[in-house]
């Protein structure tokens, strides 16, 4: 089993920036893949970025250039850093992990994912 817990989201103008982490806990085995999720209301959930073991992210073509992925191991951390946000960004944003291969944003659907942590809100404003 493996917990996921996410902090960081809140509401922000457009043009601002977040950084939401998400803390891992359990069996960490299993945790190979990780990735954010996001679901914006009325909307199905999308993959934004996904890193694999070896720290090689990636990511859906409409945050490209604007969110960095990145993990610390040794934290047992995930990192989604967040620029230039949009009102199109707005949503509850999910720390996710799988042992799925490969983990890339392409292949990465959310029937793939094995956890799913609680969520928190991005709200973006113009």
């Known amino acids: 089993q493996v917990h996921l817990v996410e902090s960081g989201g809140g509401s922000v103008q457009t043009g601002g920036s977040l950084r939401l982490s998400c803390t891992i806990s359990?069996?960490?085995?299993?945790?190979?893949?990780m990735a954010w999720f996001r679901q914006a209301p009325g909307a199905e959930r999308e993959g934004v970025a996904t890193?694999?073991?070896?720290?090689?992210?990636t990511y859906t073509d409409s945050v490209k250039g604007r969110f960095t992925i990145s993990r610390d191991n040794a934290k047992n951390t995930l990192y989604l850093e967040m620029y230039s946000l949009e009102p199109d960004d707005t949503a509850i944003y999910y720390c996710t992990t799988t042992d799925y291969r490969p983990c890339t944003i392409v292949t990465l659907t959310a029937d793939r994912i094995y956890y799913w942590g609680q969520g928190t809100q991005v709200t973006v404003s113009s």
């Open positions: 359990g069996d960490t085995g299993t945790t190979g893949c």
């Open positions: 890193i694999n073991t070896y720290g090689q992210p």
